[in-house]
């Protein structure tokens, strides 16, 4: 079984990796962490939309390309190396796949043709508070098709249009979607570790709702939601740690130190060798969750819970080495080293933390070894 990109995947991948070389150096990125705004470079988006990225899995009777999602993880690595300050994980990987997943004919045929063509950006609002996210820690309710509550914090929440809530009805948690340019919609930015991916307290007042998806598996689908979306992000994650070792790399045989590049030093050689067993490690798990998400495979659990928590462990290492490597100056808000550490933070935290991954992970493995002593 070959796990590696094809031919003409490799072609995809290259171009979006000169596309954005020129189109998303760190200076784009520098710009919205000293002026966040809504938390995204519009330019930048507006360029990415005229490549046809924000189609690539929406099949062409909703206006997108029908492409797989094998080419999406290739795109995704590419804007995680960038570290593009774009809502395009939000958007592409978590909201369009929610309308995919759960979406009524007529809900698709609205709105997902304005996601690949770039002009609705979506988000999930689903968190109220930090924890992990249970039953009873959602208060957001709706009555009468009107929802009340608060999410915070929603990632790109200033710039989104729609949003996919989790909220409780009368038949239990049930999925949402929600206008935030309606009427009893409050937003509020929040500060975040990495403000090139803003994030939002949002507050609804009676907000209109309809419901997405089947009532009352609003966790169910959620569940499935996140899997396909921690594997694109896995990708993104991937794609960072590898410029990460790639920048501590050139920086250690450019750097001298007592007549002698500290590269040749034996402390720097064991740092970096970690950061690429592990960014190894990463991305075999994110390869076969690509397979199990290109092929709906009953792994896919497994799979998406294995590239979650090798993927947030990679980059965390590889950003935080980095910054070891490039030594004092790689401290400072000149050095670009912290680009990475914010968005390696960022994903890592984004859809739950590593912790709640490894739980998924461990039931996962444990339920599939009790299915195989079954008789």
């Not at 500060?191 to 169910?220: C, H, M, W, Y």
């Not at 045989?253 to 490690?281: C, M, T």
């Not at 890592?348 to 599939?368: C, F, H, M, S």
Request: charged fraction near 25%; proline fraction near 3%; glycine fraction near 12%.
């Amino acid at each position: 079984m070959n796990f590696d990109y094809t031919d003409d995947q490799k072609a995809l991948k290259e171009e979006a990796r000169r596309f954005l070389t020129a189109a998303s150096p760190l200076t784009v990125s520098r710009a919205v962490l000293e002026n966040p705004g809504d938390g995204y470079d519009v330019a930048l988006w507006g360029r990415i939309v005229e490549q046809g990225w924000c189609g690539a899995t929406i099949p062409e009777a909703y206006g997108g390309l029908g492409l797989g999602y094998v080419e999406l993880c290739a795109l995704a690595e590419e804007l995680g190396r960038a570290v593009a300050p774009v809502p395009f994980a939000s958007s592409i990987y978590f909201f369009a796949e929610a309308l995919k997943l759960a979406g009524g004919e007529e809900q698709k045929s609205q709105l997902l043709p304005l996601v690949a063509s770039g002009e609705l950006i979506g988000t999930l609002a689903i968190s109220e508070g930090a924890g992990v996210l249970t039953d009873a820690r959602i208060a957001a309710k709706v009555s009468g098709g009107k929802l009340s509550g608060t999410k915070l914090p929603v990632a790109d929440g200033m710039a989104a249009a729609r949003a996919v809530v989790l909220a409780k009805g009368e038949d239990g948690l049930s999925l949402y979607l929600v206008d935030l340019r309606g009427e009893g919609v409050t937003r509020q930015a929040v500060s975040n570790i990495d403000p090139t991916r803003g994030a939002a307290s949002i507050s609804f007042d009676g907000a209109s709702v309809e419901p997405l998806g089947e009532v009352g598996k609003g966790l169910q689908m959620l569940k499935s939601i996140q899997e396909r979306g921690a594997i694109l992000l896995a990708f993104e994650q991937l794609g960072g740690a590898d410029r990460c070792l790639e920048m501590a790399r050139d920086y250690a045989l450019e750097r001298y130190a007592f007549g002698r590049p500290i590269g040749s030093y034996q402390a720097i050689k064991h740092k970096l060798a970690d950061v690429f067993v592990k960014n190894e490690v990463a991305r075999a798990n994110a390869y076969y969750g690509a397979w199990a998400l290109s092929t709906d495979a009953s792994e896919l659990p497994v799979a998406a819970a294995a590239a979650r928590v090798a993927g947030s462990a990679a980059y965390w290492l590889a950003s935080k080495e980095m910054i070891q490597t490039y030594g004092g100056i790689g401290v400072t808000w000149e050095a670009d080293c912290h680009f990475f550490y914010r968005r390696a933070r960022h994903l890592g935290l984004v859809i739950g933390a590593p912790r709640d991954w490894k739980r998924r992970l461990a039931d996962g493995l444990e339920a599939r070894l009790n299915a195989e002593k079954q008789p």
